[in-house]
């Protein structure tokens, strides 16, 4: 069983609707991550947040908005989207200071 | 020129044949090399990390990496159908840094 949970697993949504992707970690990790993998396309980082706080935010479209309320949580709030932007959304943790990253098994979202 | 290239496959390899998956990289400021294996529906996984130019040697895993000339190996000895799964690299570096950068990933089948 994987330190990293993801829900739902799967989610389609119209591109009006208003959806959240939900992630938890039980390892005791500080930093938090959101990946966008596309077929044919190297995993793109979305979102980092260290301690709770956002570093790093890769240019990802307002359509996508993340939030962390805690060490252990961290949710994507998904509104208007667009049918590019189905994909595997893969959240991830780790220590700040180590380079392993402890992957969720990804929620798969499709836009009609 | 793209930061690191991967091929994507699909390689069809039968069972106990030596596999060699490669990426290279145009980044000297990499640091840290790994290489993670993504079942299918399933999160990536860390199978190898490296830190050094050289050899380590896990299992029937091999990790290889050349820093002069850019470039990273993973190699499966005695592969077995379980080893089918694609295999992705991953950059990191380190530091207070916590961003990889991730090939494309390799489809690697094993036939029985």
């Known amino acids: 069983e994987t330190g990293v949970t993801q829900t739902p697993r799967h989610l389609v949504m119209g591109m009006t609707n208003k959806k959240s992707l939900k992630c938890e970690q039980h390892l005791g990790h500080n930093a938090m991550y959101w990946y966008k993998q596309s077929a044919k396309k190297p995993l793109e980082l979305m979102f980092v947040?260290?301690?709770?706080?956002?570093?790093e935010n890769n240019s990802v479209p307002s359509r996508f908005s993340p939030e962390c309320p805690n060490s252990s949580h961290l949710f994507l709030h998904l509104h208007t989207l667009q049918p590019e932007d189905s994909a595997l959304y893969l959240c991830?943790?780790?220590?700040?200071?180590?380079?392993?990253?402890?992957f969720g098994e990804g929620s798969r979202l499709t836009v009609l | 020129q793209k930061e690191v290239e991967q091929d994507p496959g699909p390689l069809s390899v039968p069972e106990g044949a030596i596999v060699s998956l490669n990426c290279t990289y145009s980044n000297s400021a990499f640091q840290y090399f790994m290489w993670y294996r993504q079942y299918s529906r399933k999160g990536p996984e860390l199978l190898m990390y490296?830190?050094?130019?050289g050899n380590k040697e896990d299992g029937r895993f091999t990790a290889q990496v050349d820093k002069s000339s850019k470039y990273i190996s993973l190699f499966i000895r005695d592969s077995q159908p379980s080893d089918s799964a694609t295999y992705l690299c991953?950059?990191?570096?380190?530091?207070?840094?916590?961003?990889?950068?991730f090939g494309t990933g390799t489809l690697l089948a094993v036939q029985p």
């Open positions: 991830a943790s780790n220590r700040v200071d180590t380079g392993e990253l402890f």
């Open positions: 490296t830190y050094s130019s």
């Open positions: 947040y260290n301690f709770k706080e956002q570093t």
């Open positions: 991953a950059f990191s570096y380190g530091g207070a840094t916590n961003k990889l950068i």
